[in-house]
Structures are given as C-alpha cells and as structure tokens.
C-alpha cells in the first residue's frame, strides 16, 4: 500500500486559500488520490478525487503532478466551518478493497 | 434515502461483555468496512466486505467478528470487550470499489470499564 505523508496541523484565517500538500512516493500505477474531511465527532465525508492533472468540484480543487508522487487540495476561500482534519488517501481499484487512513492534516481556521 | 445508518450512537460496556454494532446501508453498496479510530489519530480498518457471504480482515481485527448475510447490513461483534476496544467505531459503504465516494455513518462511541 501506498504510505502518505501530510502536515499534521495547519492554521490559516477566514477568507485565505489553504493548500494542503500530501506525498505518496509509491503510488502505484492503478492507484486514484481521494481526499476525505472529518469533523469532530462525524464519520469522514468524500471531498475529492483525481488521478492526475487537475480536477475541481464546489467545494475544492485538486492538483496532481505528472509523476504523481504528491497531490495538493486546495480550499478557496475557507471559513470558520472548513475546521477539520483533510484524510489525503490512495484508492486502488482492485486488491484491498477498502480504505486506508492515515493520521491526516488538522486544519485550524481562525477568525 | 438514510445512508449509512450505526446502532447504537453509545454504548458503556464491562470487561468481558459481549455486544453487537449494527450498520446498515439503503443505498445497495457492494463494499462495507468498519474502522476504529481512538482519540487524536486516523481511522484504522478492522474489517471489511466486497459483498453478501465475503469478509476479510483489516489492520487490527482481533478480538472483533463480522458477517455479511444480506447486501444491506454489516454487523460488528465484539467477543470479550476489553477497556484497549474502547474507541469511536465507523462503518462505511461504497458503490464498488475504494475508487469511488465511500459514505460513513454517525459513528458509535464505545466505552469498556
């Protein structure tokens, strides 16, 4: 499996652009790059996925490299409410068919 | 359309005790997972399902059963509770595979004295 590495805590202010930067040096070639939120006491919920170059959605963006050995969410414009950790996950589309976590990166946004 | 649904949202149980998590999905995922995650860390999967009657292990399955009888439910058993099992316990589901949105419950907070 793919090991991520991400920064584990953040801070930024209301109405900034937060770029979270993960590394997966090992992804392998079948692997996609999803990111998932977690607020305090809910189940993680799906933000985004990509496999390589750039995709967008309402409510982030998500860049990967040609060599896609790293991957960066981009938050435009975060609020109080965009406080949460940010999973940064590989997804194969066979063999363990389910998720692995790792410790994600604990956004703090402050007024 | 309820999603992932989890029962109970908490529970105190006593060394030793035994006890069933219920998840249940309306949406006809294929795959289902359960995870743990303990305070200040990320979810850790203990067991998982790519389908009615299959089951596999995950990082840190033991001491916890499943079974896969129907396509809508995944119950969780814990055998002998031990106060190590106390932790925050997520069931997810997804369409067919990782690569797409997998949808998690509310969570069951599990306490062991």
């Known amino acids: 499996l793919a090991k991520t590495t991400q920064p584990i805590s953040m801070d930024s202010y209301e109405g900034q652009e937060v770029n979270i930067t993960c590394s997966h040096n090992?992804?392998?070639?079948?692997?996609?790059i999803t990111w998932y939120q977690q607020f305090p006491s809910q189940g993680p919920r799906f933000i985004i996925q990509?496999?390589?170059t750039k995709v967008t959605n309402e409510v982030a963006s998500l860049f990967i490299p040609a060599d896609r050995k790293s991957s960066t969410l981009s938050l435009p414009r975060v609020s109080l409410s965009d406080t949460a950790v940010y999973y940064c996950?590989?997804?194969?589309?066979?063999?363990?068919?389910?998720?692995?976590f790792g410790s994600g990166t604990r956004l703090q946004v402050q007024p | 359309n309820a999603g992932v649904t989890q029962t109970p949202k908490f529970q105190v149980l006593k060394t030793g005790q035994s006890m069933t998590l219920q998840c249940a999905q309306d949406?006809?995922?294929?795959?289902m997972s359960w995870y743990r995650q303990d305070p200040g860390m990320g979810l850790r999967l203990i067991h998982y399902s790519v389908g009615a009657g299959i089951t596999d292990q995950g990082e840190v399955p033991n001491g916890y059963n499943v079974s896969r009888s129907t396509t809508e439910d995944f119950p969780l058993r814990l055998l002998s509770a031990a106060p190590s099992q106390t932790s925050v316990y997520f069931c997810a589901s997804s369409w067919s595979s990782p690569n797409t949105e997998a949808f998690f419950g509310q969570g069951t907070r599990l306490t062991v004295v």
């Open positions: 949406m006809n995922h294929e795959y």
């Open positions: 090992n992804i392998a070639t079948n692997d996609y």
């Open positions: 996950l590989p997804a194969k589309d066979t063999g363990r068919r389910a998720l692995t």
């Open positions: 990509g496999y390589k």
